[in-house]
């Protein structure tokens, strides 16, 4: 089960932090991946990373202004969102793959960030 946290309201040129959080013992057996839904846009692929933390991946609108991390230990995927602007505005979900079995996906819910003046 995933729990994405840490969305809000925020002004251009912001930041925000948001989290996604695991329940279970094996968070290390699953890559992270960040998604985006902007409202009357279908969901895109924002970010992901391995399950160890060494590979990462970004989507053209957002490299060098996010930043995604994980700490196996706190069960934890973080998006760290820099300068932000107002085409960032959407929903944003956690998906976990199973390394192992890559037919098992997880979703987490959505936290919605607003980047407005």
């Known amino acids: 089960q995933l729990q994405a946290s840490g969305g809000g309201s925020v002004q251009p040129e912001g930041s925000l932090n948001v989290s996604c959080i695991g329940s279970?013992?094996?968070?290390?057996?699953?890559?992270i991946a960040w998604f985006r839904q902007a409202p009357g846009k279908e969901r895109e692929f924002v970010a992901s990373i391995t399950w160890e933390g060494f590979g990462t991946k970004y989507a053209d609108p957002v490299k060098g202004r996010f930043t995604i991390s994980r700490d196996n230990a706190k069960n934890t995927v973080y998006l760290q969102m820099n300068n932000l602007k107002s085409e960032d505005t959407a929903v944003y979900y956690c998906?976990?793959?199973?390394?192992?079995?890559?037919?098992?996906?997880?979703w987490g819910q959505g936290t919605l960030v607003t980047v407005s003046s």
């Open positions: 998906r976990a793959t199973n390394i192992y079995k890559g037919d098992e996906v997880t």
């Open positions: 279970g013992r094996t968070f290390r057996n699953y890559a």
